[in-house]
C-alpha cells in the first residue's frame, strides 16, 4: 500500500531517465494494482518491465476485490508476486493459495516471482532450509519443470529482515540462496536450475546492495522500503550492475 498515482510515474520516470545506459540488470516495477496502468503507459517502450504484487488463481468469475491473471496480462504485467510474507502472515494466504497462484501466473505466460523465507524463531531453532525447502515443495508441486526454468523467479525474503532494517548477511544469504538452487537442481535438473533467478528480499538498501549481489548465488534483488526513493532504487540497481557485470539478473519493487 506504498506508491500514489504521482509517486509511482516519479519512480517511473526518474528509473527510465537514470537507467538508459544499463543493458545487463532486467529491472522490474511492481506497483499497486491501482497504479499500473499509470506505469504501463510510462514504461510502454522501454525495457523496464512491470509486475503485480498479488492476483488470484482463477482467471475470471465472482471473487470480489479479486484481480485475476488475464487482467494483469492485459495492461502489459509480465511478472506477478506470489506468497509474499505480508500476505501468508497478515492476510492468511496457504502454501495451497500460493501453489495455485503461481500455477495460474505461470500458465497464463506471465513470470512469477515466489517468495519464501522463515521468521526469526524458526531461524533460531536452526529451521531455516527445512521451512524454505517446504515453501518451496508446496508452492511447485506438480509444475512442468520446462515452466519453472523459463519463467519462475525465487525472492528468498528472511521475514526477519523485511522492512525492519536488518538484512541477512551476505553469507546467510548465500547459504540459503545455494540451498534453494541445489533443491531446484535435484528436481529439475542442474541447467534448469541455473536459469532459475534467486532474489534476495529484505532491508537492501544502497549501502548493502553491492555486498549482498556479489554472492554466487544471489542473482537480484526484491527491494521494498528502499524503492519507495527514487534514487535509492536507482542506485541499488547499479550496484546490482556492478556486481554481476557478465551474469544477467534482476531487481524488483515490491
Ligand atoms: P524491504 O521489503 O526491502 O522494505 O525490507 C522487502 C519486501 O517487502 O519484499
Not at 77 to 105: F, N, P, W
Not at 120 to 141: D, F, H, N, P
Request: charged share 20%.
Amino acid at each position: 500500500m506504498n506508491g500514489t498515482l504521482q509517486e509511482t510515474a516519479l519512480l517511473c520516470q526518474s528509473v527510465l531517465r537514470s537507467l538508459k545506459e544499463q543493458q545487463e540488470v532486467e529491472v522490474v516495477l511492481c506497483p499497486p494494482f491501482t497504479a499500473l496502468v499509470t506505469a504501463a503507459e510510462l514504461l510502454k517502450g522501454s525495457r523496464i518491465l512491470l509486475g503485480a504484487q498479488d492476483a488470484h488463481w482463477e482467471p475470471k468469475g465472482a471473487y470480489t476485490g479479486e484481480v485475476a491473471v488475464p487482467m494483469l496480462k492485459e495492461i502489459g504485467c509480465r511478472y506477478c508476486i506470489v506468497g509474499h510474507s505480508e500476505r501468508r502472515q497478515i492476510l492468511g494466504e496457504t502454501d495451497e493459495m500460493i501453489h495455485q497462484k503461481v500455477r495460474a501466473v505461470l500458465e497464463q505466460g506471465l513470470s512469477a516471482i515466489l517468495c519464501v523465507g522463515e521468521t526469526l524463531e524458526i531461524r533460531r531453532k536452526g529451521g531455516t532450509l527445512s521451512r524454505v525447502e517446504g515453501q518451496l515443495g508446496a508452492a511447485l508441486q506438480g509444475i512442468e519443470p520446462t515452466r519453472l526454468a523459463s519463467r519462475l523467479v525465487i525472492a528468498y525474503e528472511p521475514v526477519w529482515a523485511i522492512g525492519t532494517g536488518h538484512n541477512a548477511t551476505p553469507a546467510q544469504a548465500q547459504e540459503v540462496h545455494r540451498a534453494i538452487r541445489s533443491w531446484l537442481s535435484a528436481r529439475i535438473g542442474k541447467a534448469a536450475a541455473e536459469s532459475v533467478r534467486i532474489q534476495y528480499g529484505g532491508s537492501v538498501k544502497p549501502e548493502n546492495a553491492g555486498e549482498l549481489m556479489a554472492q554466487p548465488d544471489v542473482d537480484g534483488a526484491l527491494v521494498g522500503g528502499a524503492s519507495l526513493e527514487p534514487k535509492g532504487f536507482v542506485s541499488i540497481v547499479e550496484s546490482t550492475h556492478q556486481a554481476k557485470r557478465s551474469s544477467p539478473c534482476s531487481t524488483g519493487l515490491s
